[in-house]
């Protein structure tokens, strides 16, 4: 395979009712790109993504957040704020150097902390995006592959993790406690 392929690494435990999924882009422009096109494929019946976040990593591993949008799913929950619980669980909110800045999206990761699985979670996803790069985080429910795939296709790499549904429960749950003590 030529170095400007797509790489698809997975890893896929548990009963499969949503999937985390990092994708690793070469730039943010690709990342956001990506984003969009996640947006065009969601409909709430056969494809429901819970929380989509746009990240960049600095060469100190340091992350900023792009784009983290208001965009209500069909629950109510926000795609920023599921994402930023999201993120929080794959990588230690110190290194997170634009969440405070985002409100709710700062105090889900926060909230992430609390959550029983991180370590796990963590430790299969935190190298997903390399410094230097930027990439896309999305908790997607009953994800359908061929579409998730085709708006991610320009990934230098995509990790899914396939998650319970005690798991995605748990980063709504605290993506919802940190949108209500936001406001």
Same mark, same amino acid.
């Given at each position: 395979?030529?170095?400007?392929?797509?790489?698809?690494?997975?890893?896929?435990?548990?009963?499969?009712?949503?999937?985390?999924?990092?994708?690793?882009?070469?730039?943010?422009?690709?990342?956001?790109?990506?984003?969009?096109?996640?947006?065009?494929?969601?409909?709430?019946?056969?494809?429901?993504?819970?929380?989509?976040?746009?990240?960049?990593?600095?060469?100190? #591993?340091?992350? !900023? /957040?792009? &784009? %983290?949008?208001?965009?209500?799913?069909?629950?109510?929950? @926000?795609?920023?704020?599921?994402?930023?619980?999201?993120?929080?669980?794959?990588?230690?909110?110190?290194?997170?150097?634009?969440?405070?800045?985002?409100?709710?999206?700062?105090?889900?990761?926060?909230?992430?902390?609390?959550?029983?699985?991180?370590?796990?979670?963590?430790?299969?996803?935190?190298?997903?995006?390399?410094?230097?790069?930027?990439?896309?985080?999305?908790?997607?429910?009953?994800? #359908?592959?061929? !579409? /998730?795939? &085709? %708006?991610?296709?320009?990934?230098?790499?995509?990790?899914? @993790?396939?998650?319970?549904?005690?798991?995605?429960?748990?980063?709504?749950?605290?993506?919802?406690?940190?949108?209500?003590?936001?406001?």
């Amino acid at each position: 395979m030529s170095d400007d392929q797509p790489t698809d690494v997975v890893a896929a435990l548990s009963d499969g009712a949503y999937t985390l999924f990092v994708a690793d882009f070469a730039d943010t422009d690709t990342a956001l790109a990506a984003y969009e096109a996640l947006k065009s494929i969601e409909d709430g019946r056969t494809l429901e993504i819970d929380g989509v976040i746009v990240v960049s990593r600095a060469l100190d #591993g340091t992350l !900023e /957040i792009q &784009k %983290a949008t208001d965009h209500s799913t069909r629950h109510g929950l @926000k795609w920023g704020v599921v994402g930023g619980v999201a993120l929080g669980l794959i990588f230690p909110p110190s290194i997170i150097g634009s969440a405070a800045v985002l409100g709710a999206v700062g105090a889900a990761t926060g909230k992430a902390r609390e959550l029983s699985h991180r370590k796990g979670l963590a430790e299969e996803l935190q190298d997903a995006i390399v410094p230097g790069h930027s990439g896309l985080l999305a908790l997607v429910s009953d994800p #359908g592959a061929v !579409e /998730i795939r &085709k %708006a991610l296709a320009k990934a230098d790499a995509i990790v899914e @993790k396939a998650i319970d549904k005690v798991e995605a429960d748990e980063i709504k749950a605290a993506a919802e406690a940190a949108r209500s003590e936001a406001g």
